[in-house]
């Protein structure tokens, strides 16, 4: 983390986990558990690139022009094996971990890519999954153990779907 702001790395793509913010879920007590603390760790990594970017500079001169640093921390749900990435409009993107569902390993790394061009995705946090798999938390692992494609109609105010990769980052909120 330090050397990207130590060479001026533009922009940091932390990919984490959702549900880390909710210890009394089930899937953060398995994870947690199954991974020796590995809950409790991302979310101490999350907080420290945050801190660590609000404590610097906003800009860097190190390398020439002043530059704008900044970072991303995304939070897929359960990863699956699926090969093909997902149109931006079959995902959801949520902020406040209190929806997840799941996510081809394809897809979270073409997010990692995108957020890259998208100006609105400067600073944040965010969760993501597949539209068709998206279920509040508490009840997201029996979802996930049967792979249900039927979404909650449950709204959270934070959810952000589009057409396009330009839609999908849209207004989402920067982390205070």
């Not at 959702?18 to 009394?24: A, C, L, N, Q, S």
């Not at 979310?43 to 390398?63: F, I, K, N, P, W």
Request: charged letters at 25%; glycine letters at 10%.
């Amino acid at each position: 983390r330090q050397v990207c702001l130590e060479m001026g790395v533009p922009r940091y793509v932390v990919v984490s986990s959702g549900t880390v913010t909710r210890p009394d879920s089930a899937v953060y007590q398995l994870l947690n558990t199954v991974g020796s603390g590995i809950m409790q760790a991302k979310l101490q990594g999350e907080d420290a690139v945050r801190t660590m970017y609000r404590e610097q500079s906003a800009t860097t001169t190190t390398h020439g022009p002043s530059i704008r640093l900044g970072y991303t921390i995304i939070r897929p749900g359960g990863l699956t094996n699926d090969d093909d990435g997902l149109a931006p409009s079959r995902l959801e993107l949520n902020q406040g971990d209190t929806k997840s569902g799941r996510l081809s390993r394809s897809s979270v790394a073409e997010l990692c890519l995108e957020c890259l061009k998208a100006p609105d995705a400067w600073d944040t946090t965010w969760e993501c999954y597949e539209s068709n798999t998206a279920k509040p938390i508490a009840s997201i692992g029996l979802s996930n153990i049967l792979k249900s494609t039927n979404p909650t109609t449950q709204q959270f105010g934070r959810e952000r779907q589009g057409d396009s990769w330009e839609i999908l980052f849209e207004g989402l909120e920067r982390d205070a």
